[in-house]
């Protein structure tokens, strides 16, 4: 999704940019950001026994230390996209 994001596939930008973006879209790249928030909240409140994930109902809820680093980088990145994209600064999402 960063990926798409960052980089406008050629015939799809502007679906992509309906779909993760746009306030009359779905707001995906909000949902996802809110639901990797919940994954880090929780994985940094897991200790030491999480090794390669938790799922409940096709869902990761927490994931490991390694995971948790990359996890939080692409977050912010995706928030850094959206507060470029609304034009706010000082935006929290």
């Known amino acids: 999704m960063q990926f798409a994001l960052e980089n406008p596939v050629e015939g799809l930008a502007r679906e992509i940019r309906y779909l993760y973006l746009d306030r009359e879209?779905?707001?995906?790249?909000?949902?996802?950001?809110?639901?990797a928030r919940a994954v880090i909240e929780k994985s940094e409140g897991a200790g030491e026994g999480v090794v390669d994930g938790e799922w409940e109902r096709g869902r990761v809820t927490r994931i490991s230390r390694g995971g948790l680093q990359v996890l939080k980088r692409t977050v912010e990145a995706i928030e850094e996209i959206l507060k470029r994209e609304s034009g706010v600064q000082g935006v929290e999402f």
């Open 25 to 35: 879209g779905p707001g995906l790249a909000r949902a996802v950001v809110e639901d």
